[in-house]
């Protein structure tokens, strides 16, 4: 395994490996350059029962997520940088090939309702993983925060598109 530090990660490629889903871990560290630019690495390519392969960038999340008392649900932002980045990736892999954002929720207790009744227990820790494609997920995206350049989908229209990965 891989990148064990980040957990989020960590508890997907175990998912991957308990399901026999034939993939390649990606070395983050290492930025390619395309056309003179660094380009931000996707985290995995995962070769998908359907036929597809996968480019994935694994989002980690808390769900809920507390700040300041209040708790947020279904956060699914990402970075400029993070949707360039996998546009690079998906056109200069070409035919065959999408990208995709795999939101790793790490499930926080007490949760009443969870995203979904498909769940991965990694070091005794519950996640959820919810993908959806960079191409929905670009049509749908709207700034979050200019200060830290980022995007983010209404939650009920990421909830309308987003899927447990056993169903993607």
């Known amino acids: ?3 064990r530090h980040i ?3 960590a508890a997907f490629e175990d998912y991957l490996r308990s399901r026999g889903l034939p993939y390649i871990a ?8 395309f056309g003179g630019e660094r380009v931000k690495s996707f985290d995995f390519l995962v070769y998908h029962p359907a036929g597809d392969k996968w480019l994935v960038d694994v989002k980690g999340r808390k769900f809920p997520y507390d700040t300041d008392g209040q ?3 279904w956060e699914n932002w990402i970075t400029r940088e993070d949707l ?3 546009t690079h990736w998906e056109e200069a892999f070409g035919a065959g090939f999408r990208a995709v954002l795999v939101f790793a929720y790490h499930l926080q207790r007490p949760l009443r309702r969870p995203p979904t009744d498909f769940l991965h227990v990694f070091r005794d820790e519950q996640y959820a993983f919810m993908c959806i494609s960079l191409a929905e997920y670009r049509r ?7 200060r830290w350049d980022t995007l983010s989908m209404p939650r009920a229209r990421f909830r309308a598109l987003a899927r447990p990965i056993q169903y993607a």
Do not use: F
């Open 84 to 86: 360039a980045g996998l």
């Open 1 to 3: 395994m891989t990148r």
């Open 26 to 33: 990606v070395d983050e560290h290492r930025k390619a350059i």
């Open 140 to 146: 749908a995206c709207r700034p979050r925060s200019a």
């Open 71 to 73: 708790k947020r649900y």
């Open 7 to 9: 957990h989020y990660e």
